[in-house]
């Protein structure tokens, strides 16, 4: 909150340069990056007044429990990791809106800009339940194991028969969606040609709540609330 009374209250004078103006509007992709899980962004701010813009910010992200633990069954031969009691994974759509302020305005094409911004909006979750690859015997041949796709339930799947996980394909059918909301804040570096492209580095905190708890592991309470610190790069381009 204390952020958005900065981003609407505070007031900062234009720099008078050749190539630097405030009234042009901006786009950029990226990939970011957390503790909690790693997407895509876009982001397209237009500007309001001078210094001050309106932002849209559509990410997709996987979103993570901190309890997650990825293990390796050393039983069978050519196994592969899978995160212990993961039944579920979580992805987040997330379309926000918010305000976004500059601080610093490039000098130059050789200067670094900063840029505050807020955002909040609606979470759409995707949860989709985990397969993994169980070592079965051949009913044809008992002397033969088949690597067998099946839907993840620790209470009755031995760890000792585990393979690692199933392809990604497994389960999309079976995937809910769940809705929650998520709030965005942070502090974006961007450096090149004020006029036409830029890159940027960006540093904030991103939270979702989900009220339905979703379940991601199993047999724990899973939370509704998942915060954590990002870390963005993207490519953009003023028009």
């Not at 900065?6 to 004078?13: C, G, R, T």
């Not at 995160?83 to 987040?92: E, M, S, V, W």
């Not at 993840?152 to 996980?165: K, L, V």
């Not at 979703?214 to 993207?234: D, G, H, M, V, W």
Request: charged share 15%; glycine share 8%; hydrophobic share 35%.
């Amino acid at each position: 909150m204390f952020l958005l009374f900065i981003l609407v209250s505070s007031s900062i004078s234009a720099q008078e340069n050749g190539d630097i103006t405030f009234d042009d509007a901006s786009m950029k992709i990226g990939v970011h990056a957390s503790a909690n899980g790693y997407g895509l962004f876009y982001r397209n701010t237009s500007p309001m007044q001078q210094s001050l813009s309106r932002v849209i910010d559509i990410s997709f992200t996987s979103v993570k429990h901190y309890k997650e633990k990825t293990i390796l069954n050393q039983r069978i031969v050519n196994t592969s990791p899978y995160t212990f009691g993961k039944i579920n994974r979580l992805y987040a759509l997330r379309p926000m809106f918010g305000l976004q302020k500059i601080m610093a305005e490039k000098r130059s094409k050789n200067s670094v800009g900063v840029n505050v911004f807020a955002c909040i909006g609606p979470t759409i979750g995707f949860l989709k339940p985990v397969y993994v690859n169980i070592e079965t015997v051949d009913p044809n041949n008992p002397n033969v194991y088949l690597s067998v796709a099946t839907r993840y339930t620790p209470e009755s799947i031995s760890p000792n028969r585990i393979i690692g996980n199933a392809s990604f394909g497994k389960g999309i059918g079976e995937t809910r969606i769940i809705g929650g909301a998520s709030f965005k804040a942070g502090v974006e570096f961007n450096w090149g040609y004020y006029s036409s492209e830029y890159k940027s580095i960006e540093v904030g905190v991103l939270l979702d709540y989900f009220p339905g708890r979703p379940e991601i592991l199993y047999n724990i309470k899973n939370k509704t609330i998942y915060s954590s610190f990002y870390l963005s790069f993207a490519f953009g381009k003023n028009y």
